[in-house]
């Protein structure tokens, strides 16, 4: 079993940034990438980036050049970096985990409005 724990979201203005964490514990040698979800109200859950165990990181068209996923393996955890924040990112950012089978985090709230 994996443990996933996201943290970091909030309120941010337009234009502004948020840096979101996501904390792996239990079964972590079975992961094989992680990545980082996002779900708008009525809207479904969509990819936004992912990291492999190796570092090689994959974007989203609409998040490149705003945004960075990063993983600190010493610490079991991944970020995402979220730079011009735009009104159309407001969702619940999920945290994903790959390995034998798949694990989610409970979801962190990103709001971004004036």
């Known amino acids: 079993q994996v443990q996933l724990v996201e943290s970091g979201g909030g309120l941010v203005q337009p234009g502004g940034s948020l840096r979101l964490s996501c904390a792996a514990s239990?079964?972590?040698?079975?992961?094989?990438?992680m990545g980082w979800h996002r779900q708008a109200p009525g809207k479904e859950r969509e990819l936004v980036a992912y990291?492999?165990?190796?570092?090689?990181?994959s974007y989203v068209e609409f998040v490149k050049g705003r945004f960075t996923i990063s993983r600190d393996n010493a610490k079991n955890t991944v970020y995402l970096q979220m730079n011009k924040l735009k009104p159309e990112d407001t969702a619940v950012y999920y945290c994903?985990?790959?390995?034998?089978?798949?694990?989610w985090g409970q979801g962190t709230q990103v709001t971004v409005s004036s």
């Open positions: 990291i492999t165990s190796g570092g090689a990181a």
């Open positions: 994903r985990a790959v390995g034998l089978r798949e694990y």
């Open positions: 239990g079964s972590i040698f079975s992961i094989n990438h």
